[in-house]
């Protein structure tokens, strides 16, 4: 119910009430007064028949009492009046008139208890009084001057009825003008309560509308209300409220929205929207604080594949990174599995990243707005559309999101692209910070010329190659190698020369080594190889002779030259010949001395007899 008709009707209550509680305490007020009317008229009446019969007997004319009553008759209202002897006066003067003679129940009871009786009697229009006559000696004219009984004797009564329906049917008249007075009123009243109470209603009513708007977002309602009271105070500081609001929320979703890079619609709720963003936004702090303690990129991006997966509810997906240099994607994440092949592409793209519209644009691909826009799309025999985010790591695109969904599910992945994307921006920055280091790791960890692994490796990653070691009960054979004398080279052709010839020399340790050995430059040109030994037919033995014999057999091409050299090479075992891995290094060290001194040019294995050398010659 409206306040308007809430208020009005309470009113009408309220009067209505007032005007039938008048009503029934002016009818009860008028009854009491027509009663006490009729009651001291009664009285009035039968003293006036008291003292009348009285005075009769003194004068001797008591006989024309009859006539006497009968123009009592006459009197308005008066309806009967009669006198009834008591038995003391029936003794001494007989029984009187018939009139006087045989009293009702009520007379007899008055005579009796000398109490009067006073009633409403005939549906409440007429009165009956009935009022004993008691014998004394006071007054004028003297009772006890004709009777012979003693004072306070009951002498008879007198019974009056009085008609009061003239003095009812004045009491209603006066009764309904002044009802007919209050309702008019009563109407008066209500019609300038309404005229005062209207302003508040209209301002009940702005502030009803305007605050509705405003929890649907919508804070440009005002209260259009004129005057100078505390009414239009109101309306005034909620008009100010509502243009504050209107400002500062919309400045703040504009200003989140461009930091979100999204464009809002004309027609938004700016106080969902705000709240929904700046939510988001919190998310994405708490991510990205996530993301930064990460140690590599690919953990990174399988907390990204979470985010989509359990924040975004989104079953399909692919995340690829990105190999420019190779021209290749890898998918990392497909499906919320890890490592899974490519589902939702044409797998040229693994081979050929320049087949990829998304990474070979760098903008984003929508099949929901464009149709048929990616050819590489394969979403098999289902209706499925998709969308490509690609991902810029240092301007260029360092991997993709691919989104894939169903027709009826578009509206919701649009809704909830903006957050998407800015989670793809904030990790974006810090993929390519854990990309960087491992590269920077990786430049520390290699050497610059030859591209092989380097000491600092080594002293890294002896641990994890000892603890895997000891897991899978095998054996190391380490390998120290050294060219002969490589200092003539540097001498006699140069620096560029003795270069050329190391990385000969790597190139051709990488090709007799599996990918699962280790080559690395231990300093100069000494190189180290480790090998998992894994039988008899590939061991430390087999492949240092195979290496001493490739070296011998290569012809490294200078300017105006080609150079032929020899390596020779000791080896030890890890942890056959010491279960300390860097004695048994020092044990394959020793034996490369023991090759050099007995000739160079061979593979000698470390033996207890052998000492540890201070240096080694080249």
């Not at 700016?270 to 988001?280: F, I, P, S, Y």
């Not at 499906?335 to 899974?340: E, I, L, R, T």
């Not at 904030?426 to 520390?444: D, G, H, P």
């Not at 010949?577 to 050099?596: G, R």
Request: charged content about 25%; glycine content about 6%.
């Amino acid at each position: 119910m409206k306040l308007k008709t809430k208020i009005t009707a309470l009113t009408l209550v309220f009067v209505v009430a007032i005007l039938v509680l008048l009503a029934l305490v002016s009818s009860f007020a008028f009854r009491q007064f027509a009663l006490f009317t009729a009651k001291e008229h009664a009285r009035t009446t039968a003293e006036v028949v008291r003292v009348s019969m009285t005075e009769s007997m003194i004068n001797g004319s008591i006989k024309q009492r009859a006539s006497f009553l009968r123009r009592l008759d006459d009197v308005d209202g008066l309806k009967e009046a009669r006198v009834l002897r008591g038995p003391d006066v029936v003794k001494q003067f007989g029984a009187g008139l018939a009139a006087e003679q045989n009293p009702d129940a009520i007379e007899a009871e008055v005579m009796r208890t000398k109490k009067p009786y006073f009633r409403l009697v005939q549906d409440d229009v007429v009165f009956r009084a009935t009022i004993p006559y008691i014998a004394s000696d006071k007054g004028q004219p003297n009772c006890l001057q004709c009777h012979q009984v003693e004072n306070g004797t009951v002498l008879g009564a007198v019974t009056i009825t009085i008609s009061i329906e003239e003095l009812r049917h004045q009491s209603l008249e006066v009764l309904g003008i002044m009802l007919a007075t209050l309702t008019g009123v009563a109407a008066l009243f209500l019609l300038l309560f309404r005229r005062q109470l209207n302003p508040v209603i209209h301002t009940a009513q702005g502030v009803q509308e305007v605050v509705s708007q405003a929890r649907l977002g919508e804070f440009s309602g005002r209260i259009d209300y004129k005057g100078d009271d505390e009414v239009a105070q109101i309306a005034k500081d909620l008009n100010r409220l509502m243009a504050y609001l209107e400002d500062r929320l919309g400045e703040t979703c504009e200003d989140v929205a461009k930091l979100m890079q999204y464009e809002l619609p004309k027609r938004i709720d700016l106080l969902q929207a705000t709240t929904e963003m700046v939510a988001g936004l919190v998310d994405v702090s708490q991510f990205k604080q996530k993301i930064e303690d990460d140690q590599t990129q690919y953990e990174v991006y399988n907390r990204i594949a979470l985010v989509i997966q359990n924040q975004f509810k989104i079953g399909h997906y692919s995340l690829y990174e990105t190999n420019p240099a190779r021209d290749r994607m890898i998918p990392l994440v497909v499906d919320g599995q890890q490592n899974a092949p490519c589902r939702w592409c044409d797998k040229a793209i693994l081979t050929e990243a320049g087949t990829c519209r998304a990474f070979r644009t760098g903008r984003i691909i929508d099949s929901v707005s464009e149709p048929g826009i990616c050819t590489r799309f394969e979403p098999g025999d289902t209706e499925y559309q998709h969308i490509c985010i690609p991902i810029l790591h240092s301007g260029s695109v360092g991997s993709v999101m691919q989104l894939v969904f169903n027709a009826n599910f578009s509206e919701e992945i649009y809704q909830q692209l903006p957050l998407i994307l800015v989670y793809l921006r904030e990790s974006s920055s810090v993929v390519e910070a854990k990309r960087l280091m491992n590269v920077l790791r990786e430049t520390t960890l290699k050497d610059a010329m030859t591209g092989l692994r380097n000491r600092r490796f080594l002293e890294e990653y002896q641990s994890t190659l000892i603890a895997s070691t000891d897991r899978a009960k095998q054996k190391l054979s380490i390998l120290m190698m050294d060219l002969d004398k490589f200092k003539s080279v540097n001498d006699t052709y140069g620096h560029e020369a003795g270069d050329t010839v190391l990385k000969a020399l790597a190139k051709t340790l990488e090709q007799q080594v599996r990918e699962s050995d280790l080559v690395i430059r231990y300093g100069g040109e000494e190189f180290m190889a480790i090998l998992q030994e894994t039988g008899e037919d590939y061991n430390g033995e087999i492949l240092a002779e195979k290496i001493r014999a490739s070296i011998e057999d290569l012809s490294i091409p200078i300017p105006n030259h080609v150079l032929k050299k020899t390596i020779s090479i000791g080896l030890a075992s890890f942890p056959q010949d010491s279960k300390d891995f860097w004695q048994a290094v020092k044990y394959a060290d020793t034996a490369l001395f023991a090759a050099k001194e007995s000739g160079r040019n061979k593979v000698v294995r470390w033996e207890l007899k052998m000492e540890q050398p201070e240096e080694t010659n080249s």
